[in-house]
């Protein structure tokens, strides 16, 4: 196993006030998409950007669920930005869509949703952008800034239109962790992080579509979280109610070894 993070991340409890909010805001996301179940896309896809945007201008005024991650100039872009566990799946699919240029890859959202889609990389490319420049940081004590071009998870969602029941999203992804190609690196998040403004399907990094060695063709970023939340080479998105049914049942390959879950900075 390579770049095996060699220390789980510390652990905080959440201020009661976090827990009230946390709660608040997931309540207020599930009456949403309860009562958007018959909307169409057009009524339904601006209530939740505006979530996201409450949280965002909650952050702003100091409350913690709905926190910006800090964002850099340009000139504070790190020279050098090591890819750390897999940098080339060991998956002969995925090989021949890197021979292919990706062009026959596509994302599969399914699960918890009214719309389950494939998204190509075009289809995620014709998508309203976000470009954003942050600090990635790993527990394995190393940090580089980076900028990265993506499409909201939010906007995606929006498409989908996770059921009333859906509270968690899952990333599964290309490279198997074991030696026999079993083991799917995954992760997951709650639906607050998901309609987060800076939670995005990144496909480019630094200006440059997204290189190999760290994930492409689309990778998560979730820039309140640390290093191993970020799950590259994506392949598919399923929405959930638990996640105690996948692999080890954590909700992370690393949360299934004894990583904290909540990796909040
Ligand atoms: N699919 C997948 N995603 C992954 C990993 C991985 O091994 N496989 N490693 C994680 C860890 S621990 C870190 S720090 C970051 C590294 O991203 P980078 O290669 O762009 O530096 O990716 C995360 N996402
Ligand atoms: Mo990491």
Request: proline share 7%; hydrophobic share 40%; aromatic share 8%.
């Amino acid at each position: 196993m390579i770049g095996a993070p060699d220390r789980p991340p510390g652990s905080r409890a959440p201020s009661a006030r976090r827990v009230l909010l946390a709660r608040a805001v997931s309540a207020l996301g599930a009456a949403m998409l309860a009562g958007c179940d018959r909307l169409s896309r057009s009524e339904w896809l601006p209530p939740l950007l505006a979530l996201g945007e409450k949280l965002s201008s909650a952050a702003q005024r100091g409350l913690a669920p709905g926190a910006l991650a800090q964002e850099f100039s340009v000139a504070e872009i790190s020279p050098l930005f090591r890819s750390n566990g897999t940098s080339d799946p060991d998956n002969p699919d995925y090989q021949a869509m890197v021979d292919n240029r990706f062009e026959n890859w596509a994302l599969e959202v399914d699960g918890l949703v009214e719309q389950p889609s494939r998204f190509s990389l075009s289809a995620l490319r014709a998508l309203p952008a976000r470009t954003q420049i942050t600090r990635h940081d790993c527990v394995e004590g190393w940090s580089a800034i980076a900028q990265w071009t993506g499409v909201p998870l939010a906007q995606v969602l929006a498409h989908v239109r996770p059921r009333a029941d859906a509270r968690y999203v899952v990333f599964h992804c290309a490279d198997p962790m074991e030696p026999d190609g079993t083991g799917f690196y995954y992760e997951s998040i709650d639906l607050e992080e998901a309609v987060h403004p800076q939670t995005l399907l990144a496909y480019e990094m630094n200006g440059e579509r997204l290189p190999v060695a760290h994930g492409a063709p689309l990778r998560l970023r979730v820039e309140r979280q640390l290093g191993y939340k970020h799950a590259k080479y994506l392949m598919r998105i399923e929405l959930v109610a638990s996640f105690a049914h996948i692999a080890g049942g954590r909700g992370g390959y690393w949360e299934d070894l004894g990583y904290q879950w909540h990796a909040g900075l």
